[in-house]
């Protein structure tokens, strides 16, 4: 009996172990051929090239320039790592040992298996006189790389933007970053960040134990993506060099009615090649503390007072409310008396009996302070608010300011204070807490000469993808009805004797617009006489407006120009419109009959 039960524990045991031998060497053979060539095989990412970006016309604008860096492995050994930095040092002159292997260190851990890059952005011809003799040490590693180039430089950097260095938030937001090491900072390199990196390609080796690649498995191309911009680099280009020749600081945008810009100028700039392998503290230093801002987006981050280019808005919000008669004439004595407050109006003596259209032409502030009075902040608040102002446009471009169109509430929120009416009548010509940029008063005035309001853009294309113009509906059938009286008022601000900009312009076509003044501080009551512009200091100047379209007929293309501190806007800004026209028609931009 107990030969038997042995026997059988013996072939049970026998049993089981031919199960087992089959079970791995015939059932499991496919889940460790799996295992074994996970062993063996392994996944290369490569890194795309960053997209290019040219203008309207197919010119670069920001492009790839080949350079080369030079990298150590890691984990060497003492004697490898001064050997390989010593042939480094031999070879290359101007390098410093002690810096390298302190970058070496730092890089240098049992987690890192990827070559320390210590040198980047070499030129061709450097690497090609030392590659022979560095190519003879296994440890050091010579691999192509990509610098960002900037041929406008300042006369674009604000569209542009920069690349430089990716940051820890960069390498979370998008994993092709841990590959280029580098973002978009600023402008259009940051909006369309993730456009501009590319897909990363990739390639499957087998390796031995040494991680040394036998054989290459499959190869899958890294993908970049093209950008084309609307803006005209030779418009962009002429607009900024008026600014230059003429020292006028400030902001121009060159729009078509249907939001598409040609040109969105910033003067002064910067050069934006500063920037990619890394500013130096002197220079960034130079650039933040500039009293002119270079490093603003003037047209869409700069927040101004808009003064009286909000009035051809405003006489279309009063005309259709049928609170107020566009026709009827009301008398200006230069001023309105609120209380024990004088308001003035910006002509000494008046301007007599004036309707919207003498309103417009001439910039009567007493007959918007009455505008303001009728139908109250609240109710222009808001309609201002659906025809452009203190809301994003919604440009593809980053930092935009949405402004400021005060009210009752907004000033609540803000202040913990009740509204004046002193407030409403600043508020109505463009003053006060009223604040807006370039951008928006350009759309607005697109508004006007079009009757649909448009949504800005820069980027024309997306490889081969063409941007669809947005235009929104937003004026009632009332509005709309009134557009005609109002942009009779622009045409005569531009042509018509005493308008605000006549003087001042000499174009090719006929447009229509409308100046602004508008007052950087505050003038107290007592003083009766006002200075002029030019016996301010510079910074007491007003900031000097002129907001166009043209033709007036037919309307194709919005040029706004803010001038800081430049005093009243038709003087200030006449010359360098009529000169912008004159290209636009030239160049064929504006169709004339």
Known sequence: ?????????????????????????????????????????????IAPVRGVIYDRKGNPVAYNELRFDIALKPHLKKEDLIEAVQELTDTLNDINASKILQIYNKENSPYNHKPIVLLKYLNEDVIYKIQPFLSLNNNIIITPSYLRKYPYKDILSNVLGYVSKANVKDLQRNKTIELTQISGKRGIEKYYDDILQGEPGKKDVIVNAKNEILKEVSFTKPKSHTLTLSIDTTLQKYIYNLLKKENKKGAVVVMKTNGEILALV?????????????????????????????????????????????????????????????WKKIYCPGFLEIGNRKFRDWKVGGHGEVDLIKAIKRSVDVYYYKIGLRLGID???????????????????????????????????RYHQPWFIGETLNAVIGQGYFLATPLQVAVNTALLASGKLPKPYIVKKIDSNVTKPVLKDVLTKKEKSYLGL???????VCNAPGGTATNYLNTKVTIAGKTGTAQVYSIPQEVKKRKREDELKYFHRSHAWLTTYGPYRRPQVVVTVLIEHGGHGGHAAGGIVSRIYDYLVDNGYIKLR
């Open 379 to 413: 109710y222009i608040a808001k309609n201002l608010r659906k025809m452009g102002f203190g809301e994003k446009t919604g440009i593809d471009l980053p930092n935009e300011k949405k402004g400021i169109v005060p009210d009752k509430e907004w000033k609540i929120k």
């Open 486 to 492: 109002v942009r009779r008022g622009m045409w005569a």
């Open 266 to 326: 910033t003067y002064p700039s910067f050069d934006n090649n500063l920037f990619v392998k890394g500013i130096d503290f002197n220079t960034w230093n130079k650039l933040i503390h500039d009293i002119y801002n270079p490093l603003l987006n003037k047209p869409v981050s700069g927040i101004y007072p808009p003064g009286s280019t909000v009035k051809p808005a405003e006489g279309l919000i009063a005309a259709a409310s049928r609170k107020w008669n566009p």
């Open 1 to 45: 009996m107990r030969t038997k039960i042995v026997l059988s524990i013996i072939l049970v045991f026998y049993a089981v172990l031919i199960y087992r031998v089959y079970d791995l060497s015939v059932k499991s053979n496919e889940k460790y051929k799996k295992l074994s060539l996970q062993n063996r095989q392994k996944e290369i990412l």
